[in-house]
């Protein structure tokens, strides 16, 4: 999977927006990011059925491109997830 050819990262509504090849538009909001990340521990404590609540005004303060995804960093301190690009496509729905 390709990169979205433009990515917008909107602090103030919490919302990061993503803008695919084929014209489509997908706008995340940073708590859903935040909840949703792929990093090993977060993705443990999923399977083994404990949900860590996440502050839903969490805000994304950094991306960092990796080629096949992004880093997302939040102001809550979690930087460990790398987010597939097809990963974030699987989000929208």
């Known amino acids: 999977m ?4 433009a990515i917008g990262n909107a602090r103030s509504r919490g919302e990061l927006r993503l803008e ?19 990093c090993a521990q ?4 999923r399977l083994c ?21 992004v880093q997302l960093i939040f102001d ?3 930087d460990q997830g790398i987010y597939p690009w097809a990963y974030l496509r699987t989000l929208a729905g």
């Not at 695919?20 to 792929?38: I, Y």
Request: proline content about 6%.
């Open 2 to 5: 390709t990169s979205p050819r």
């Open 76 to 78: 809550d301190g979690h």
């Open 42 to 45: 977060c993705r443990a404590a």
């Open 20 to 38: 695919w090849a084929d014209g489509s538009v997908q706008l995340l909001s940073h708590g859903r990011l935040r909840s949703s990340c792929p």
């Open 49 to 69: 059925g404990r949900i860590d609540l996440v502050d839903q005004d969490v805000r994304l303060v950094e991306l960092n491109p990796q080629g096949y995804g």
